[in-house]
């Protein structure tokens, strides 16, 4: 143990969990939002008790569109111990993201040979505030579970030197990552490119690698697929448009997602990127996309991690980028794991300009001013990590009591993204919920004027509608109120 403490990377993983723990800290006080949590914590009775029908549910069963047992199975532990406390399943989720910030470590250091990058990626990643809504969001648990999993795979499988049993290992973290979310079926093809960048395998070799990983990927997302039979709920304009359209909007997208991260602004619940009237938007992405990816592909031999950094970016996006059609364009949890690789990056381009001006200073000068400014400039790099990490924490910390309860979650959105339906729709929920029956009301009845609802969304809003005003006509009879509610709703539905 004592020699244990001495090890460098020992503290470096341990300031790394810490930092997860104290950032995402005060999330232990929130309640739970009215957004996928009631499907999960709530109605849930697959998590109320260890009996064989509930295990046998949840091995078997789908939830809320989504194939994930070993999820609903840390919601049954959740359960065990914290029964309906809020504060239990936040606190799972911050110590999952902790831990996930040192495997984030792990694999940095031991693909880049540099502790110094290991940590600044890590760091950046657990601080960042597009991490909110994975980490405070409960019914987020899924992104958390399968980068876990995820991550152990990737460290197992680009071990330097392998060991006789790596590949039973990594088999058996991919497949725990399946069964937590189906976004780990991209994980064969991420370590499909490393052998062939990184190793110098040939494509034929690589697939070979990766035939039973692939297996196990491909009947996951068919039995995923399967469960995905409604597209009620989310954004939905976007679900008609042809193929060529959304890789235009796809481009513009990524480009966002990248400015995101490095200036993490009007972030939201949900997004309402434009689909119509983006050709310049549209010019300059493919451009800089398009001229990034030749840059890379050039030095693709003198540094093959950097391009196996964009493919692996790209990959993990593949699956949200609405060529299988989604109820989303956009989501800050998108980025949960894609961020790794855009902050990797980052911080070799900080350590590799830091050694340059170490170079340089020590090419240009000598004596003991010389050998200061040189112990100086070798600080630069953790300088810059641990400023961006402390402007970060404060921007994330100051958003987090966004995610406080639904009336803050939907407020903000309702600010944000007042155009969306499905917004209004939640925030007239979350209103019901507390009481304000005839405000919920008329914040449908607004929605159904400005928010131009497609029929699934107006169905649902006039179903709410006619519930609530019954509601209100049972408990205070035919009231003025209630009367010009009805009166909306007739010259609506007229219209």
Known sequence: MAALRRN??????????????VTFWPSLQFDYVNWDDPSYIWFNELITSWSFSHLYGI?????????????????????????????????TNIVLHAINGALVFVLLRQLTGSRMIGWTTAALFLVHPVQLETVVWISSRKGLLSAA???????????????????????GWLAAALLSKA?????????????????????????VRQFIPGLLSLLLMLHTMGAQNTVLGGVRGHMSLPLWRIL???????????????????????YDPPTSGIAVSVILSVFAWGSAVLLIWQQRSRTPLLMFALGTFLLLLFPVLNFFRITTLMNDRYLYLPCVAVFAVTAA??????????????????????????????????????????V?????????????????????????????????IQMALTLQERGHTEEAIRELLSALRDCNPDQGDEQRIQAMLNEWAMAILQEHGRSSATSRIARDQRDHVQR
Request: hydrophobic share 50%; proline share 5%; aromatic share 10%.
């Open 183 to 207: 976004l780990a079926v991209v994980l064969p093809p991420i370590l499909m490119l490393y052998d062939i960048l990184v190793r110098g395998r040939t494509v034929r070799q690589a697939l």
């Open 149 to 171: 999993f995820m991550l152990a795979a990737m460290i197992v499988y680009t071990r330097p030197v392998a060991g006789k049993t790596d590949q039973g290992w990594y088999l």
């Open 59 to 91: 091995a078997t069963e789908t939830v809320t569109r989504n194939y994930a047992p070993l999820t609903i199975l840390s919601y049954l532990i959740d359960h065990t111990f914290w029964g309906g406390n809020p504060g239990g399943y936040h606190f």
């Open 248 to 270: 235009a909007v796809d481009m513009t997208i990524l480009s966002r997602y990248i400015g995101m991260l490095f200036w993490p602004s009007d972030l939201c619940v949900l």
């Open 8 to 21: 460098p990377t020992f503290w470096l993983i341990t300031s790394l969990i810490a930092l997860g723990l």
């Open 392 to 424: 970060l924490i404060g921007i994330t910390q100051a958003r987090m009591p966004v995610w406080r309860d639904s009336l803050a979650l939907w407020s903000d959105a309702r600010i944000s993204a007042p155009q969306l339906c499905v917004v209004r």
């Open 349 to 390: 381009g900080l350590e590799r300009a830091a050694r340059a001006l170490i170079h340089w200073r020590s090419r240009h000068s000598d004596g003991t001013k010389a050998d200061v400014r040189t112990s100086f400039l070798r600080l630069f790099s953790p300088a810059v990590a641990v400023a961006a990490t402390s």
